[in-house]
């Protein structure tokens, strides 16, 4: 039997490690860097480098690779070996501080947004040691951030990490206040639910859009999908089990909290939930999650796919992001608390974040925004791509008195006034939850369920980290002055109810009503990545991530369009993908069943001169008239792609939306019309039926 506790974090370098391997000065001074963010003597360096490596050798590690998250979404690694020559011509294991601490991969083949041109090609990586060294694959990873020769940041880790930073002092400033002296940090806390199909090897390898795209670019519905509800939370598959207990397994030796596991609403949909930890450790531990769930779904025969759409008319795979934040004393600041003091602070929190989430809806949405994720935003599977907060019923009434003033009917006595027992012994789930909504709140953390199964976590937490900073920067600016701080304090929290709570909404967001409601509201409906990527740059935006040192101003510029671009390039190689197995394998596919149909005609009516040959004419005119059509379409969209304008990365991101999606959708009825009446036996590639139903 698994022994969980001998085996989680046996492949990291984690804390216990540490203490065991380094001199108790050194072990110190690392600690002081991780908890505090002092610099790190070279000396010091080389005596952690020499003793990580002598850890990862004897775990089996011959290399070493600086882990990067480059804007692509994914992570990148260069690994070279411990190894250094002697002068008798053999080698010894070497690893120097400077090793461990710098890195130099070539940056000109990653996404810079125009910050650098192609033949800048030096870049930097840096050791992060708030995040532990880890071994896989006969290698020791250690956890970077990525920037360029001029110190342009070309990752997703280091605004993360700036962000979490300063969100802890402006955090500070308002424990202060509330007289918690002795908390030092304030941490963002995330826990991140990933969802996934798992489908079988062999038919995956007979899609080429599957393979090239990561989704099915057509296919027709199958006669049964999700509707029964018989798959959500339903007895796992053998074959299935043994993937999801060697995905465990995997992830445990790496440290990654893997706690949750079952099946999703979707046939071959399944999900995965982590405990939540520090938000950057969170972000590299989803990173790992994706990669060894592909990793280990090969061992059995198995694919994993993570695109937010890989199914016409099933559910798609989103990422829940459960964020927080508590204090380095282990207090959940979004945790209503039993006292009045922390019922006060609690409160000031909350508002804080309704009011960033409510002025900066825009950040949010975009930070959520792909090519795959608009094919899932909206429909009855995700929330709507109109950003709003959920609190239930119970939190928003005690919202709505705060704001009047006036009595909370279910366990107040008298006019409320902070300090005193607004919420005595308030229960974490007051109300039912609210898949719908795109923000809620879950009892002492928010849960936002927007982002696309396959994207990094850090841009949305580099966004929440930095517009409650924001507000929280003002509520201490404002409260720091005040003569009065109970007044002031019940004043704010008033104001801020007020002003903002149209951002709060507990009803249905899939219902048209919602819609038009927000619309009175004056919220923010982008409904694809193209109507919201291009906002980033926005004055308000580019002044809050400045101010806050999280981006630079060509650093926020880059990134849009690398947005922009990526867009476009998802769906260009899609559209190239269409076009190519329509032309390849389904217009000769429905050609040679015409044809079928054509001679069976032709012989029944030599044979029978009153043969009924119904059933074969009409086919044959349908077919004929698909293929006519999806021949036309494809050259039109052969014409529209070489077509494509190169003046802005906007330009083209509205082309790709506007032009090609619409000629591509039409494509995709056409071919799924076809399959639904073409013989199993002459349709060129697997089906839905044979695709999500045969795990």
Not at 419 to 431: A, E, I, R
Request: glycine fraction near 6%; include cysteine.
């Amino acid at each position: 039997m698994t022994n969980v506790p001998e085996m989680f974090s046996s492949l990291v370098f984690n804390d216990e490690v540490m203490r065991e391997r380094l001199p108790k000065d050194v072990y110190k001074s690392l600690r002081k860097t991780i908890d505090r963010g002092n610099d790190l003597d070279i000396n010091l360096a080389n005596i952690i480098a020499n003793a990580m490596k002598d850890w990862a050798v004897e775990k089996g590690a011959t290399h070493y690779t600086h882990w990067f998250q480059p804007l692509t979404g994914i992570t990148a690694e260069k690994h070279d070996s411990f190894i250094s020559p002697t002068p008798d011509g053999k080698v010894i294991m070497e690893f120097s501080g400077k090793e461990l601490i710098k890195g130099e991969p070539d940056a000109s083949s990653f996404p810079s947004g125009g910050l650098r041109t192609t033949f800048e090609a030096r870049g930097y990586t840096s050791w992060d040691p708030t995040s532990y060294a880890f071994i896989k694959d006969d290698s020791l990873y250690i956890p970077t951030v990525f920037c360029s020769y001029g110190g342009e940041v070309l990752d997703k880790k280091t605004p993360l990490l700036r962000s979490m930073e300063d969100l802890s002092a402006q955090a500070l400033r308002i424990m202060k206040l509330f007289g918690k002296t002795s908390v030092k940090r304030v941490l963002a806390t995330v826990g991140a639910e990933q969802e996934y199909f798992l489908i079988d090897k062999k038919y995956y390898e007979q899609r080429e859009d599957l393979i090239f795209t990561g989704r099915t670019l057509f296919g027709a519905k199958p006669p049964k999908g999700q509707e029964m509800d018989d798959h959500y939370f339903g007895t796992i598959k053998t074959r299935v089990a043994e993937y999801m207990r060697d995905l465990d397994a995997e992830l445990w030796k790496l440290g990654v909290l893997a706690k949750t596991k079952h099946n999703e609403a979707a046939p071959a949909q399944h999900e995965l939930a982590p405990v939540y930890t520090t938000a950057n450790i969170s972000c590299d531990h989803n990173q790992l999650t994706m990669e060894v769930m592909k990793k280990v779904a090969e061992k059995h025969g198995l694919v994993c796919l993570l695109n937010e759409k890989p199914f016409e008319g099933l559910n798609g795979s989103g990422k829940h992001n459960n964020w927080s934040i508590s204090t380095d004393k282990g207090q959940n600041l979004l945790d209503p608390g039993t006292t009045p003091d922390e019922n006060a602070q609690f409160l000031l929190f909350l508002v804080a974040v309704i009011k960033a989430v409510d002025e900066y809806q825009d950040l949010i949405r975009i930070s959520v925004a792909s090519a795959g994720n608009d094919r899932r935003l909206g429909a009855n599977e995700a929330p709507p791509a109109v950003v709003s907060m959920f609190l239930g019923d119970e939190l928003t009434a005690i919202m709505d008195s705060l704001e009047a003033g006036t009595v909370y009917k279910r366990n107040a006595k008298k006019n409320m006034e902070i300090g005193v027992h607004v919420l005595p012994n308030f229960p974490k789930d007051t109300t039912d939850r609210n898949r719908t909504s795109p923000f809620a709140f879950t009892g002492n953390k928010f849960e936002l369920r927007m982002i696309g199964s396959s994207q990094s976590i850090s841009d949305a937490n580099v966004v929440l980290n930095t517009i409650v900073a924001e507000e929280l920067k003002q509520f201490a600016d404002v409260l720091e002055k005040a003569k009065d701080f109970t007044k002031e304090l019940n004043n704010l929290i008033r104001k801020t109810i007020k002003e903002h709570k149209r951002i709060i909404f507990n009803g249905d967001g899939y219902s048209d009503a919602w819609r038009e409601e927000a619309k009175k509201r004056g919220l923010l409906n982008y409904k694809t990545a193209v109507d919201a990527i291009p906002h980033f740059t926005d004055e308000k935006n580019v002044k809050l991530f400045t101010s806050h040192k999280v981006f630079t101003e060509k650093e926020m510029f880059s990134r849009a369009d690398i947005l922009l671009e990526t867009y476009s390039k998802t769906v260009n190689i899609e559209a190239r993908t269409l076009n190519d197995m329509a032309k390849t394998l389904i217009l000769p596919a429905i050609s040679r069943y015409t044809e079928i149909l054509a001679k069976c005609v032709n012989e029944k009516k030599k044979a029978f001169a009153s043969a009924d040959v119904k059933f074969e004419t009409d086919m044959f005119k349908k077919l004929s008239g698909a293929l006519k059509k999806l021949y036309t379409e494809s050259d039109k969209l052969t014409r529209a792609l070489s077509e494509m304008p190169v003046n802005t990365p906007l330009a083209r991101a509205e082309y790709f939306k506007n032009s090609i999606i619409p000629i591509m959708d039409g494509m995709r009825k056409l071919i799924d019309g076809a399959e639904e009446i073409m013989p199993s036996d002459m349709w060129p590639v697997p089906t839905y039926k044979d695709i999500i139903f045969r795990v």
